[in-house]
């Protein structure tokens, strides 16, 4: 399907999109993308930030495996370790959020998760059902689901206990809610950038292109194999 895009004003007028750094000039502009209206101001390249800063995210959890077997049976298992990946990865997926549902509704306020559950309910349905794979160990995970009973997701409720009332609820910052968290943040920042590549070419990007062009590529956490280019040679 291709995407329908214009500006919201002439292409060669530039605005400027204000941040809490440095301003970054752009051109504001409005269309179709995956049959939704999105708005976004774009530069001449999409940053990467947010997919270095998940791949970090990713990383850490990665090491983690030196310490952890990553196994059902060790689902339960809380560390200071995972609390500090919990916060750090939840925390990134309210800001990679509330990018992504202001792209699709652009009148919206946007101030938890609630109304963010509401937008992608309506406009981006198919992210509730994203599945997460960790090959190394035969294990599968659905961040979302809890979203199609229009409920918040278990690690979320959890996030906020660690941060609110740690001692209390410590022993939720488990690697059951740890893998779920940094799960949620990449399928949130795969449709992030996939809606930010459609923009930037004018095109209806599929998820195979958006993460062609996210280097490096994740290698612990996966979504499903139809989502990538194969790197079989022969």
Request: some cysteine; glycine content about 2%; charged content about 20%.
């Amino acid at each position: 399907m291709t995407s329908r895009l214009k500006a919201s004003s002439p292409p060669s007028t530039s605005a400027v999109l204000s941040t809490n750094k440095p301003l970054v000039m752009g051109i504001l502009v409005e269309g179709i993308c995956g049959g939704n209206l999105i708005y976004m101001i774009i530069t001449l390249n999409t940053a990467k930030h947010n997919w270095n800063y998940f791949l970090a995210i990713e990383k850490d959890l990665a090491n983690l495996a030196q310490y952890i077997e990553f196994e059902e049976s060790n689902l339960g298992t809380f560390w200071i370790e995972l609390a500090h990946i919990l916060l750090s990865a939840s925390s990134e997926v309210d800001v990679i959020m509330k990018q992504l549902c202001s792209f699709l509704s652009n009148n919206t306020p946007l101030e938890n998760i609630n109304q963010y559950k509401k937008i992608i309910s309506e406009k981006m349905p198919e992210l509730i059902e994203e599945k997460v794979f960790i090959n190394r160990y035969w294990l599968t995970f659905t961040p979302w689901e809890n979203w199609k009973n229009w409920t918040n997701p278990d690690w979320w409720s959890s996030y906020n206990n660690v941060k609110h009332h740690r001692n209390d609820c410590f022993k939720e910052a488990n690697l059951q809610n740890t893998i779920n968290s940094v799960g949620a943040l990449l399928i949130s920042v795969a449709y992030y950038y996939k809606v930010a590549f459609s923009v930037e070419k004018w095109v209806d990007v599929n998820f195979k292109e958006t993460f062609h062009n996210l280097e490096p590529e994740s290698t612990f956490l996966k979504l499903s194999d139809q989502y990538y280019y194969s790197n079989l040679v022969v």
